[in-house]
């Protein structure tokens, strides 16, 4: 028996005016949000940072749209991608920051290695060039590192970098992890490392004026160990180092501690935590943007899929760390939302959210479920587009299928198919992304139609897009109808789509 159920179709109706400041963590329901980018496409770039440049944001990460998974050793590696914004709410894609695709670059990075990570991005003042610098496993020290003219790249690798800690280890072994740079007021840049020859503790070194490569002055042991993904920067003449306690990679829902000293080489006090579940992701970042006459210090951590073969369905938590009057971090609040006025000041907005643009991405869809949607014609003439966000993941062996109907009650199909549209497996990414098709049939104003999004696959499976409450397999099967098929009455939920009538 073939399980199939709907969901409201709408279009997505963003009101930029009213939120254009309100950062979104989670929904009305506290559950995760997809970010989406300008062209609809999720936002695709993790384990990195956001960094602020000449009045813009710009988010830098690791992607896993073409499929990457850690410690699969048939994956291919995506390459780094960057994102820029002038609101952290509407993201352009700005591309990859160097091409990734090369025969050299995934013999580093792809899935029979440990992988590429974290990128990193400053400008150095005096050479007027931006670096990069990112994890990898290839090499002794654990790092390559970049140059580039533009924030967006493209980036050119230079020599690689020399640095003190786990200098006379061998390559290609777990040496140096996740990292951070940061930038003090007088120039002086500092690398921030998770040593795991020492079962995961943190260090920071000093750069050289270029920051391509370390000066040999450095802080050890700065943690016992079981930690990693530190973000060092300076409120006030205080150093802090923020980093994940305990180590996890990939997992939902690890700690956040931080330490502080008067200088980045220390001596650090002893930590303490200030969140036991990072928002339910792991810590990322912690950037220090001065926005006019005012400072905010940007939290980051990554929503992981909890280790899930398909990590490009993860999402971000990011919100301005609080002070107390001593300068210690206040505990995390895990807000739904905050805003960003013209002073650069965050105001919590939990109690005013807004839905709209309230998208998360799921995958279901094969075997035995298909999902289906009803829309009403809002004018006669022909269906010259349909447009949906949608994705696959764990490898589907048979393409995905759209199947147009119509349905006077929204709930059953009439009649044999209007059209049948194939999406190709190969064309869909493990993100969520906008594909368009050309169905080309007549619709009538004000009738009711349904599509069918349904494929044959038995391995991997296709998602969507959507916003609202969705039911799962296990709560279809109790709601059935007197031809046989189940499906699920609707429950103000919607489709991420669009569609052009001619």
């Not at 609809?40 to 602020?52: Q, S």
């Not at 003219?149 to 690798?157: A, D, M, R």
């Not at 802080?219 to 079981?226: F, N, P």
């Amino acid at each position: 028996m073939i399980e199939f159920y709907k969901i409201l179709l709408a279009l997505l109706c963003v009101n930029y005016v009213a939120q254009a400041q309100e950062i979104k963590n989670f929904d009305q329901n506290g559950e995760q949000i997809t970010r989406f980018d300008e062209l609809g496409n999720a936002v695709d770039a993790h384990d990195g940072k956001i960094a602020y440049f000449n009045d813009t944001y710009y988010l830098y990460g690791t992607s896993y749209d073409c499929g990457f998974e850690w410690q699969n050793e048939v994956a291919r590696f995506c390459g780094f991608k960057s994102y820029s914004s002038k609101d952290m709410v509407h993201w352009k894609d700005e591309g990859f920051l160097f091409d990734a695709q090369t025969p050299l670059w995934q013999s580093r990075c792809d899935g029979k290695t440990y992988g590429c990570f974290r990128p990193h991005v400053v400008y150095n003042k005096k050479n007027k060039n931006y670096v990069l610098w990112i994890n990898v496993y290839d090499n002794v020290t654990g790092y390559r590192v970049f140059t580039a003219k533009k924030p967006t790249g493209p980036f050119v690798e230079v020599e690689q970098p020399r640095i003190e800690v786990n200098k006379d280890k061998p390559a290609a072994g777990l040496n140096n992890g996740d990292h951070d740079l940061f930038v003090d007021d007088d120039g002086t840049c500092y690398l921030a490392i998770t040593d795991w020859r020492t079962t995961g503790t943190i260090a920071i070194e000093q750069l050289n004026d270029d920051y391509l490569s370390g000066t040999g002055k450095v802080a050890t042991l700065i943690t016992s160990g079981r930690t990693e993904a530190p973000g060092l920067f300076k409120r006030k003449g205080i150093y802090y180092v923020t980093y994940s306690d305990p180590n996890c990679g990939y997992c939902s829902g690890t700690g956040t501690s931080y330490k502080t000293a008067s200088s980045p080489l220390g001596p650090w006090s002893e930590g303490t935590k200030i969140s036991d579940n990072s928002c339910g992701g792991q810590p990322s970042f912690v950037s220090v943007m001065k926005i006019n006459s005012d400072t905010i210090y940007l939290y980051g951590s990554d929503l992981w899929n909890n280790a899930a073969r398909n990590e490009a369905l993860a999402n971000f938590y990011w919100a301005p760390l609080t002070f107390a009057e001593d300068g210690s971090i206040n505990p995390m609040d895990c807000i739904k939302s905050f805003v960003l006025d013209k002073k650069g000041e965050e105001n919590k907005v939990d109690d005013q959210i807004t839905t709209n643009g309230d998208y998360k991405a799921s995958c279901d869809i094969g075997g035995g479920i298909q999902r289906s949607q009803s829309f009403t014609a809002s004018s006669s003439g022909t269906l010259k587009s349909f447009s949906i966000t949608t994705l696959k993941s764990g490898y589907p062996t048979a393409d995905l299928t759209l199947t147009f109907y119509e349905s006077p009650d929204g709930l059953t199909k009439k009649g044999s198919p209007l059209a049948i549209v194939v999406i190709p497996q190969n064309t869909l990414g493990w993100s969520a992304r906008n594909i368009t098709t050309t169905p080309s049939f007549d619709l009538t104003l004000g009738k009711r139609y349904m599509v069918i999004l349904k494929s044959i696959t038995n391995t991997g499976c296709y998602g969507f897009a959507y916003s609202g409450t969705v039911l799962n397999a296990d709560e279809i099967a109790s709601i059935s109808t007197d031809n046989g098929e189940n499906f699920i009455p609707e429950k103000n939920s919607k489709l991420k789509y669009n569609l052009v009538i001619e």
